[in-house]
């Protein structure tokens, strides 16, 4: 049974930065492709960004200010997010797939989820 499950939310102030952490447990990810997903009130689902054989990928709107890294190691899976907004107060997923070599950024895409952790950004 693989589980996911994150940790790192809470609330910020817009400008600030925020490490969200995704472990993997009941399967050796290694280097399959893993993503994180948001979803604000009233909104779809969204790709926030993903990483697939060490290689990051994000939508348009992230312009840098997120990052996605892992620690094959410890089966961990990271999102970096700086200068955050209001707009970015969402519930934020880990999602993970058994395998694959590609891009993946639609929710059909994947195989695992994680409960998710609410990012509040507000002053």
């Known amino acids: 049974q693989v589980q996911l499950v994150e940790s790192g939310g809470g609330l910020v102030q817009p400008g600030d930065s925020m490490r969200l952490t995704c472990a993997v447990s009941?399967?050796?990810?290694?280097?399959?492709?893993t993503g994180w997903f948001r979803q604000a009130p009233g909104k779809e689902r969204e790709f926030v960004a993903g990483?697939?054989?060490?290689?990051?990928y994000y939508p348009d709107w992230v312009k840098g200010r997120f990052t996605i890294s892992r620690d094959i190691a410890k089966d961990t899976v990271y999102l970096q997010m700086n200068n955050l907004k209001p707009e970015d107060t969402a519930v934020y997923y880990c999602?993970?797939?058994?395998?694959?070599?590609?891009?993946?950024?639609?929710?059909?895409?994947?195989?695992?989820w994680g409960q998710g952790t609410q990012v509040t950004v507000s002053s």
């Open positions: 999602a993970g797939r058994s395998s694959g070599t590609d891009i993946y950024t639609s929710l059909g895409e994947y195989h695992y």
């Open positions: 009941g399967r050796t990810f290694s280097s399959n492709p």
């Open positions: 990483i697939t054989h060490g290689d990051a």
